[in-house]
């Protein structure tokens, strides 16, 4: 693989159950970051790690929680869905936190019924 | 409040004229700023930055403009091809800090007609 993978590509989901998405990065970088975007707001944060061990809040974490057990992994999951998660979520990665252009991954379509 | 705008949801431009996409910020600590492109059904990729230091940044054909004391931003991408038809998020950070996160705004979604 080379960049970002993030799975699935898709998923419908009932409120109220677990769900964790998948991402992962195979260019060694220190920063990872989840987005989430919804039409006419753009690209939200929703949580970043700036290093393996580490995770940071973003602008909209609430609902969902992430983990970096290491380098390349940064799962994002939503520990109850709710309607109002029915967003496309997109996983990214940066050499350095924050200031280097981040690579995106192709992202998941999720749906909460 | 959002603290990245751009306030043209779409443009629409003919092949071989220039394209202008504007983006305002309102935060004066922002102090790097980039430009992405995103087509429908995948993730958005790097086009060009700026740093606060520079007024202009230029790549082929895609040019950036920052006038800091506006908190203005354009990108100029001449000429337009319809290659180039995509939505376009700018984004801005702030340098200093131990989180430096990147906040984008809403896009603007370019058409080039042949």
């Known amino acids: 693989i080379a960049g970002i993978t993030q799975a699935p590509t898709s998923q419908i989901l009932a409120a109220g159950r677990r769900m964790t998405l998948r991402c992962t990065q195979d260019m060694r970088h220190n920063a990872m970051y989840w987005y989430r975007q919804d039409l006419g707001l753009g690209l939200r944060l929703i949580h970043y790690?700036?290093?393996?061990?580490?995770?940071g809040k973003g602008e909209v974490p609430d609902g969902y929680s992430v983990s970096r057990a290491n380098t390349d992994d940064f799962p994002l999951t939503l520990a109850s869905a709710v309607p109002s998660q029915t967003s496309v979520y997109f996983c990214?990665?940066?050499?350095?936190?924050?200031?280097?252009?981040?690579?995106f991954g192709p992202g998941t379509r999720l749906t909460v019924l | 409040d959002q603290q990245v705008k751009q306030n043209s949801p779409s443009l629409s431009v003919q092949e071989g004229r220039i394209s202008i996409l504007n983006c305002d910020y309102t935060n004066s600590m922002f102090d790097y700023f980039l430009w992405y492109k995103k087509y429908p059904a995948e993730g958005p990729t790097f086009l060009i930055s700026i740093s606060s230091i520079k007024d202009k940044n230029e790549d082929g054909r895609f040019t950036v403009f920052l006038n800091k004391s506006a908190k203005h931003l354009s990108l100029h991408i001449v000429p337009s091809q319809p290659g180039d038809s995509a939505v376009y998020f700018c984004?801005?950070?702030?340098?200093?800090?131990?989180?430096?996160?990147?906040?984008f705004g809403s896009g603007t979604q370019l058409t080039v007609l042949p």
């Open positions: 990214a990665s940066s050499a350095l936190p924050g200031r280097d252009e981040q690579f």
């Open positions: 790690s700036n290093t393996a061990g580490t995770t």
């Open positions: 984004a801005a950070s702030i340098s200093s800090g131990s989180a430096r996160q990147l906040t």
